[in-house]
């Protein structure tokens, strides 16, 4: 019908009512009403499992971390075995031995992750350098925020030392006379 | 005894308890060491040699008897307390020395101060320094372990066993592994420490010509001491 309205488009303050919002209009006039939501389902569906797939690697790379810093310290109890026993005939407590090893684990943890800290910021510098628009403007733009470099190094650190609390209570129990033998 | 830092009555230690192999390897070992003395422990092979010295260093525990380390009666004892009374009454010299690597002479001779007191302080260095200097040491005390010669990387291990003071050193053939000059170097080194402070020394070993020269000689012969020499 020329002269007429079809259609009305509506911008909310918070996206995410959209529906809710729609569903008001519907009810409250005789007219049809979408929300973006709804009409760009597909893309959520999307958006979800991408936050999902997301979620299961950043679980799966956390814990081959773990298992990565565990393993190297199994090793290393194992080589230190003979010195563990010095160190108990010495008079060193299980818990002092334990504590080397945690100790251990937290620092490959934190060193792990400013290096990892530092390759990520490399590589974005690269992406913002190399990949960009034909008028200079990058793709996109991304900041890292300084506090999720404290939250990563805390993470790690923490992943860490958990992750050495196998090794180091084997290393704790080890019977002095048996390690120092060999 | 008052003046005896060690005392052992009737130690039997057996293996697999309880069990069809049950296999008793010390047979009632009764072993009294006095203040300041430099014993000899001999024996063949397997006569229980290292069982004893584990018992005495209290590495490991008896099955029966008792053990008291400068009057303290070790029977009563858990496992923290009897690591520290270990830590604080007992220095050791192995056969293969078994210093850390990765750490030079002086580091090691501290390694045991730092046990005890949990941080290094100015004391601890000076004290290593002694103690590598009583040892000869003086020159190479910032050397890696690895790079000093057995006889030299056994003078740390005696510094080392010397650092907290203990009442005793017990020491498992510390010359076994060295040639002839530098086991009689590392003998005397022993022997004058003794003299100069009074540390009791317990020493393992295979050689005859040496156990000859302390004060006494205790035989181990099948779990059981043999007849005594002086």
Excluded at chain 1, 139 to 161: D, R, W
Aim: charged content about 15%.
């Amino acid at each position: 019908m020329v002269g007429d309205v079809s259609s009305i488009d509506l911008t909310l303050k918070d996206p995410y009512q959209a529906d809710e919002v729609a569903d008001t209009i519907a009810a409250v006039h005789p007219v049809e009403a979408d929300s973006w939501i709804r009409t760009n389902a597909q893309f959520f569906t999307a958006m979800r499992t991408q936050t999902i797939s997301f979620g299961a690697i950043r679980t799966s790379v956390g814990l081959s971390v773990a298992l990565g810093i565990a393993s190297v310290l199994v090793v290393s109890v194992v080589q230190r075995s003979r010195e563990i026993g010095i160190l108990r005939a010495m008079g060193a407590s299980q818990g002092q031995i334990m504590r080397v090893f945690l100790v251990q684990g937290g620092i490959v943890g934190l060193i792990g992750s400013i290096f990892g800290s530092l390759l990520a910021r490399g590589f974005l510098v690269l992406w913002q350098t190399f990949a960009r628009n034909p008028d200079g403007t990058p793709f996109f733009a991304v900041e890292i925020p300084p506090s999720l470099y404290v939250l990563t190094a805390v993470l790690a650190t923490i992943c860490g030392v958990l992750a050495a609390a196998v090794p180091a209570l084997r290393a704790s129990r080890l019977d002095p006379v048996v390690a120092i033998r060999g | 005894m008052a003046d005896n830092v060690l005392t052992l009555q009737g130690i039997r230690k057996a293996y697999n308890v309880g069990t069809e192999v049950e296999t008793e390897v010390l047979h009632g070992i009764d072993l009294t060491l006095a203040k300041g003395e430099f014993c000899a422990l001999i024996g063949p092979s397997g006569s229980g040699k290292s069982t004893l010295l584990n018992i005495i260093g209290l590495l490991d525990r008896p099955t029966a008897g008792s053990l008291a380390i400068e009057g303290h009666d070790t029977g009563t004892l858990d496992d923290r307390r009897l690591t520290q009374l270990r830590g604080h009454s007992i220095g050791f010299v192995f056969q293969y020395h078994h210093l850390i690597s990765a750490f030079t002479a002086l580091e090691n001779v501290m390694m045991p101060m730092l046990v005890q007191r949990g941080f290094p302080d100015a004391a601890m260095h000076t004290r290593a320094e002694e103690l590598l200097g009583q040892v000869g040491l003086t020159r190479w005390r910032n050397n890696k372990a690895m790079s000093m010669s057995g006889g030299q990387q056994q003078r740390v291990a005696i510094a080392r066993a010397l650092a907290v003071n203990p009442a005793i050193v017990l020491a498992d053939e510390p010359t076994g592994n060295l040639d002839t000059k530098s086991a009689d170097t590392v003998f005397e080194l022993m022997r004058d420490v003794n003299k100069a402070s009074g540390t009791s020394f317990l020493v393992v070993t295979h050689n005859m010509a040496l156990a000859k020269r302390c004060d006494r000689t205790i035989e181990v012969v099948d779990g059981r001491i043999g007849a005594p020499s002086s």
